[in-house]
């Protein structure tokens, strides 16, 4: 599962309840530069935490992805980025300096299937979300149930609430000055590409293809 609007800090919450086996969080890390030799670009990362492969399994080429970001220092990277770099994929132990800092590749990644997931990037860069500012943007928080439990949105709104980062902050109001209690949704993984945020239009790409489907039937 994924949820969205939830703010960093949220994920010690979660973990409180019974139903969720593990948590893991995401973070626009902004586009940084990245430099290897005489080969410079610059590229949209992930700021993702050390759980983050143990909840979201993604197909690895070379490397120990569940350990990756547990080291300092350590980065996964996809293999578009790796052959654009390295002009290889095999680049685990390799250096890259990301940003102003020394980054060493634990592992590299299948590439990402295009408007097939809602990653805004297939490098992923270690952070610990208590080294970030309280009033930090919005993160992403993935989560792992245990088999045949269940977790609402209602549930991942109240760990929200009671999250330190959003202790005191004020509630929003409507135009008639009632107060709006900010709510998280929760999404399985495998329906976040029919989410409008995460896919503008695709409901009308789908009511489309559904009508133009059931023309040719009828023509047919």
């Known amino acids: 599962y994924e949820a969205c609007s939830i703010t960093s800090g949220v994920k010690q919450q979660v973990l409180r309840y019974p139903a969720v086996e593990k948590a893991a969080e995401t973070f626009r890390g902004g586009t940084r530069k990245i430099r290897h030799g005489a080969v410079t670009g610059w590229e949209p990362v992930l700021l ?20 990756a970001l547990a080291s300092p220092g350590g980065i996964v990277i996809d293999r578009s980025t790796a052959r654009r770099y390295f002009g290889r994929d095999d680049v685990v132990g390799q250096s890259l300096v990301l940003g102003a800092r020394l980054s060493v590749v634990r592992a590299v990644i299948e590439d990402l299937p295009r408007n097939g997931t809602s990653f805004e990037s297939g490098i992923f860069v270690p952070y610990d979300c208590r080294n970030l500012a309280l009033g930090c943007p919005a993160s992403r928080l993935y989560l792992r149930l245990k088999p045949g439990a269940a977790f609402t949105a209602a549930q991942a709104t109240e760990a929200m609430w009671r999250s330190p980062a959003m202790k005191g902050q004020a509630e929003r109001r409507d135009a008639n000055g009632n107060f709006i209690l900010r709510e ?19 409901r009308l790409r789908l009511g489309a293809a559904a009508i ?3 023309l040719v039937l009828l023509i047919a």
């Open 48 to 67: 993702a935490d050390a759980d983050f492969f143990d909840v979201v399994p993604l197909p690895v080429l070379h490397g120990d992805l569940k350990r």
């Open 212 to 214: 133009t489907g059931a």
């Open 184 to 202: 998280a949704t929760l999404l399985p993984l495998d329906r976040v590409h029919l989410w409008e945020t995460f896919n503008p239009g695709i």
